[in-house]
């Protein structure tokens, strides 16, 4: 059954070979069709179908950012710009007086801040983060400001994103992130045995470092292979452009290959379920924490700090950095406590939560931001 | 090792390689241990199960002949088992594959000595009573042997695979007489594809004693026949009167078997990679839900379901065919377009045929098939499901889903007047079953152009609810799900993440494909088009395939079992 019908072997080897032949030139053909009709707008700042989306994955991180960056930073696609230190976190905002809020974070924290300003609208919140900003990101952020005595708000809120964890070994959003890469960077720190931190520096620092990069010949692959000494993630083989930006099947065989890297790495660090698989991590990840919250009670605030477990993360950070931030009575909340990460019910498609839970973490967050006085080691 | 990993493509390379390059019986040694690195390669210590399998079996098929065993094969086989237990039981293989070193490796096991102590005690006494048994009447020796192979076979089953579930399901009862059920849990892992090959083994000795099948003499063929890997531990459960003749002669590899068996190969994975794989993340955001789920959701990811279990177990079975078709060796269809059948009777034709016509072979037919009167044979058809439904796994779902499809079929035989059987092992076995359906009552109300795809979509919803039974976590997530589906519980908001492109072009295709197949009344009939046509199909799996290759890998559904 099923077999094809009899023929002689001389036949029979010519029709393997011309059915061959035809696959051949039917692959070449479907992959310049799909290629041409899902070619990303040539326009940085109009966003790609979803199709030309999925099938640009693929497509390396440094043509991603060649075309993304655009001939002037008028010109660039909205990501090039955004969650450098510099830009995100140098800024000066007004003094708000005793209702000041500050947040550090990514867009969990964000729109959790949004919330706390909805619920009392007393407070005024200042937010600074980038897009899936690791822990490291925020932390630099929040020494910045607090170095150039910027920040005047008498709470300091740290977020810190479960899936965003992984993000503590690397320099740069790009790394983790090649399908649609965030090009900006930050520092990565590892703690020392007595808890001190040591900070390795990114390779560059803002969107005009980066463009400088692209622009010099063999800029790019200086940089990545700097990169690529301190990160964990970097990968020049999904990093650096090459012929196999030029078809779509080499692209989703690229796309494939980044996938099954970033998979295992990233489940290298998970652990047992609580970051255990790298050493390095849960050490830093609590002397941050520790740091933090030791530096804004220096200054007389009031400091917070909301895991955000999502989805797939659940009780990740209970057997963590929970203890840690127990023993030196640093006020957090646990998202794990007020909404369950296992219920796909509570996220949006797009993998946030949804308006209604943040709504509740807000609600969770709030006597924490709003008890007095400022250094009183509370617990939700 | 899966079939869809980069470490299988190596490990097969290296074995048709080889196989390429060496004689029949030196292939027949690769390709026995072959079997067993590729099985070893999840649990080496689980190898020792499928050498006493072998052993067992082999030995009491050669006694069922003759009750004299050559004094060269009990030889054969007492050492065999006896070195597997010092190879695969003895050294500290999770060490090895942890990574501890020589010396760690080598450190003695002590369950491993008990075990090898316990072994050599079994192959002493079994060598005596060999020799008594020699004296018995030949009726009672027989019946002996056969009993004996059932029971070392459905022990080990039992042990490995219910033995936890009946200490859960009985814990009330062992709490009544002071006993902690935790204390009687083994904490063992289920070996992979345990109910395969001991399903396949014990079909070769109920062969025998039957007379269908003359046991070989060669050990080592036999052993080949159980650890042969292609359908090793997801299927097809092949039939010693089908594989064996073609383990023990001389193979030609032809043109013709090796292009069907790639491209059996090619449908295979993209059955798996791109839709069954694509389709999982949204069928586990149902079924793994911890809250509540909206009846949309359960109705489409329960649709999805029943399109990612085929596309994940027919996909094996391709890849399984096509492998062994590319070292000359035929295996049974195990799949054939179930979803176009029309009531029950017809799905257990077409649907994982080598399970359905062994149940009917080696169950059905020792319970009494429809010899003895009609109530007989209801309970029989029962019977027959509910034990297939518990081969499936030791839970609840798995018996509720076997008591139901049972309850389908006696349906449907009371509604047709016992036209319709399970599927002959013949038709089975040749892969031959009649895609249109046997004997089945024609509706005569309606043109078939319209009343057959009325039918096939009528009892397709049958088939779905029994997928629902079938994936879902606990009997409560039955009762909720069901009650849902009636109508009888509110339902929340529709949150069911969309299926990878990979998937929805993929079922796209797919879907094509076997309604082309159907209205052939062939399986593979694309392979018949002109040479140009089936390069755009073979183009068009491969690139869809290729999209599905960043799907997160999920284990093969059926490897559980």
């Known amino acids: ?380 | 090792m899966l079939f869809n990993s980069l470490e299988f493509a190596a490990y097969f390379a290296c074995v048709y390689l080889l196989y390429r390059l060496l004689p029949f019986r030196w292939q027949n040694r690769m390709l026995l241990l072959a079997g067993y690195l590729f099985y070893g390669w999840w649990d080496v210590r689980f190898l020792f199960l499928i050498a006493f399998s072998t052993t067992v079996d082999f030995t009491i098929g050669s006694l069922l002949e003759n009750p004299h065993m050559p004094k060269r094969e009990r030889w054969t086989a007492s050492l065999f088992i006896l070195g597997a237990a010092i190879l695969f039981l003895c050294p500290d293989w999770p060490a090895l594959a942890a990574g501890g070193g020589l010396s760690a490796f080598l450190t003695p096991q002590a369950m491993g000595f008990q075990v090898l102590a316990g072994t050599a005690a079994v192959v002493a006494l079994a060598n005596l009573l060999i020799v008594r048994a020699a004296a018995m009447e030949e009726d009672r020796r027989r019946k002996i042997l056969i009993v004996c192979s059932v029971a070392v076979n459905l022990a080990f089953l039992g042990f490995f695979k219910y033995f936890n579930f009946f200490i859960d399901s009985a814990e009330g009862l062992t709490r009544s007489i002071g006993l902690d059920p935790e204390t009687l849990r083994l904490h063992i892992v289920l070996p992979v594809g345990i109910s395969f090959y001991t399903f396949q083994s014990l079909s070769y000795t109920i062969d025998v004693y039957r007379r269908r099948v003359t046991p070989t003499h060669r050990f080592w063929d036999f052993a080949l026949f159980v650890a042969y890997f292609p359908p090793m531990v997801a299927g097809p459960i092949e039939r010693a009167r089908h594989l064996l003749p073609q383990l023990t002669r001389p193979r030609q590899i032809r043109l013709a078997q090796s292009a069907h068996g790639l491209v059996l190969i090619l449908v295979g994975l993209f059955k798996k990679v791109a839709v069954a794989d694509g389709l999982a993340p949204s069928v586990d955001a149902v079924f793994n839900s911890t809250g509540a789920v909206s009846q949309t959701d359960i109705v489409i990811g329960t649709v999805l379901f029943t399109i990612q279990i085929f596309c994940d177990f027919s996909g094996y079975s391709d890849i399984a065919r096509g492998v062994s078709k590319l070292l000359g060796i035929d295996l049974m269809v195990n799949f054939n377009l179930p979803y176009f059948s029309k009531n029950p009777s017809e799905f257990w034709r077409r649907w994982h045929i080598s399970l359905s016509s062994w149940l009917r072979d080696y169950l059905y037919i020792a319970l009494g098939g429809n010899r003895q009167g009609k109530l007989r044979t209801y309970v029989n058809l029962f019977l027959t499901m509910l034990l297939g439904g518990l081969w499936h796994g030791a839970a609840w779902n798995y018996i509720l889903w076997g008591a139901y499809q049972g309850l389908l079929l006696c349906v449907h035989r009371a509604a047709t007047h016992g036209r319709e059987t399970l599927p002959s092992s013949r038709e089975a076995v040749a892969g031959t079953t009649d895609l249109h359906g046997g004997a089945v009552a024609k509706a005569r109300a309606l043109p078939t152009w319209l009343s057959t795809p009325l039918r096939i979509g009528f009892f397709m919803i049958f088939v779905c609810y029994g997928w629902l039974l079938f994936r879902a976590h606990t009997m409560d997530q039955i009762v909720q799900f069901t009650a849902q589906l009636a109508w009888l519980r509110p339902s929340g908001a529709s949150m069911l993440p969309m299926p990878t492109l990979s998937a929805i072009a993929g079922t796209l295709l797919l879907a094509g494909m076997q309604l082309v197949d159907y209205r052939a009344g062939r399986l593979e009939s694309f392979m018949r088009w002109p040479a140009a046509l089936q390069g755009a199909l073979y183009a068009a799996l491969f690139f869809v395939l290729i999209m599905g290759t960043s799907n997160a890998p999920v284990q093969f559904i059926y490897f559980q079992f």
């Open chain 1, 1 to 380: 059954m099923g077999a094809p019908p009899p023929l002689g072997h001389a036949r029979l080897r010519r029709r393997v070979l011309a059915v061959v032949a035809w696959s051949l030139a039917a692959l070449v053909l479907l992959d310049m069709a799909v290629g041409l009709a899902t070619r990303p707008p040539a326009d940085p700042r109009r966003e790609g179908s979803a199709l030309q989306t999925y099938f640009d994955y693929g497509t390396s991180i440094e043509a991603k950012l060649r075309r993304a960056i655009g001939r002037t930073p008028g010109e660039a696609a909205p990501i090039i710009s955004s969650g450098w230190l510099a830009k995100e976190c140098d800024r000066t905002v007004p003094d708000h007086g005793r209702g000041g809020v500050s947040v550090y974070g990514m867009s969990f924290s964000n729109r959790v801040a949004d919330q706390l300003a909805a619920q009392d609208p007393a407070l005024t919140v200042d937010k600074f983060a980038g897009p899936g900003a690791p822990l490291n990101h925020s932390y630099a952020c929040f020494l910045r400001r607090d170095a150039a005595g910027r920040d005047h708000n008498p709470v300091q809120v740290l977020g810190v994103l479960a899936s965003s964890i992984r993000r503590l070994t690397t320099l740069s959003g790009i790394s983790t992130s090649f399908e649609q890469p965030q090009p900006f960077t930050y520092p990565r720190y590892t703690a020392g045995a007595a808890g001190g931190l040591t900070a390795i520096p990114p390779p560059i620092l803002s969107e005009a470092d980066l463009r400088r990069v692209l622009a010099t010949p063999g800029g790019w692959r200086d940089y990545v292979a700097k990169l690529d000494e301190h990160d964990d993630f970097a990968s020049p083989w999904l990093a650096n452009g090459g012929i196999a930006d030029w078809s779509v099947t080499l692209r989703l065989i690229r796309r494939a290959w980044g996938q099954h890297y970033l998979r295992a790495k990233t489940d290298a660090i998970r652990g047992n379920d609580d970051f255990s698989g790298d050493p390095t991590v849960v050490p830093a990840m609590r002397a941050i924490m520790v740091d933090f919250a030791a530096r804004v009670r220096r200054a007389g605030k009031r400091p917070v700090v909301i895991l955000f477990e999502d989805r797939g993360y659940e009780d990740a950070f209970r057997r963590s950095v929970v203890p840690t931030l127990v023993a030196h009575g640093i006020p957090y909340v646990l998202t794990s406590d007020v909404v369950q990460s296992g219920n796909p019910a509570n996220f949006m498609a797009d993998g946030h939560f949804t308006p209604a839970i943040d709504a509740r973490i807000a609600a969770a967050a709030l006597p924490l931001v709003t008890a007095a006085p400022a250094n009183s080691p509370v617990r939700h």
